[in-house]
Every structure is written in C-alpha cells, then in structure tokens.
C-alpha cells in the first residue's frame, strides 16, 4: 500500500494530534480528514515524521509495528500479524507529496492533543501553544529553554501549512 496524496486545503488551519492514548508529540498536523476521523491520515512534514517514528520506536517498540526511511525520502511502516486488525504482516509506504508533506494514518486512532487531556512537560505545552499562536502578530513570552521551542511550534505550523494564513 502506497500513498502519495495531493495537498487538499486545511479545514481549520493545523490540529496537534497524538497517538491516542499516548501523550506523544504533539504533532502539529495539516487535516486531512476532521479530527473526530481517528484513522484518517493528516500531513507531517518530514521533520514531524521523523518525530513520530523516533516515539514509536521509543515509546511502542514491542507494538508490531516498526517504521523505517529510505534513501529517496520514503517511509515504510511495516507491521506483524495481528499488529491492530491486521490479519497478516504488511507494509504501508508514504511518499512526500509535491511540497514535502506526509500523509500518515490509518495505522493508529489519532487523538487530539490537548495539555488538559494528556499529562506533558512544560516543553510539550510551550510547543502546542507556539503551534496554536502561528497566525498571531503576538507571541507570548517564555523563559529561555522554553521559549525554543515555542518557536519551533510556530515555525513547525508554517511549514506544515506552506505558510498559507501568515499574518
């Protein structure tokens, strides 16, 4: 199974996904699919991708599913038998689409990350907010350490959006 998509427009700007139940990320995401669509795949850029196969290998290492990059920029998940539903071992490859992103899904239920929903560090929540305040004029200050990566989640949603909405 490959999927290389074409870049369909956000619905509401970007969502902060993590594996549910998990905690991971966030991830900050380009919808595909509405959020309440647990399985539905969603655009990563590659450096989020990256994210996400270092947490599964981390995090889920025992779970049957492992992920891998190829040389041409390919990620190729492949699962046992009996990882989720499947009934025998598989293999699902992304490739970026024309500006780089990641369609992933549909190998675990997405959830909405939220700092109320998921216990997180002050880093994972200095993140999100840079993440949710990408369209701001105003930024919200943080100490150093913090304030990083709160950049990098502003940075991360203009890249996962082609900075489509930029003040």
């Not at 490959?2 to 905690?23: H, K, R, W």
């Amino acid at each position: 199974m490959t999927t290389t998509p074409a870049l369909a427009p956000t619905l509401s700007g970007i969502l902060l996904l993590t594996v549910e139940d998990g905690g991971y990320g966030p991830y900050v995401a380009a919808p595909l699919a509405p959020a309440e669509q647990h399985w539905a795949a969603h655009l990563f850029t590659r450096d989020t991708a990256n994210l996400i196969v270092t947490d599964l290998h981390q995090y889920d290492a025992d779970c049957g599913l492992t992920a891998e990059w190829r040389e041409d920029g390919t990620l190729v998940f492949t699962w046992e038998q009996g990882y989720m539903e499947f009934d025998k071992p598989g293999t699902h490859t992304v490739t970026p689409d024309a500006h780089g992103l990641y369609a992933i899904g549909g190998l675990w239920l997405w959830d909405e990350w939220t700092p109320e929903r998921y216990v997180h560090t002050a880093g994972q929540a200095a993140f999100a907010h840079g993440a949710a305040e990408y369209r701001s004029t105003v930024t919200t200050h943080y100490p150093d350490g913090l304030i990083e990566l709160y950049d990098r989640g502003r940075e991360e949603a203009h890249r996962v959006t082609l900075r489509r909405d930029e003040p």
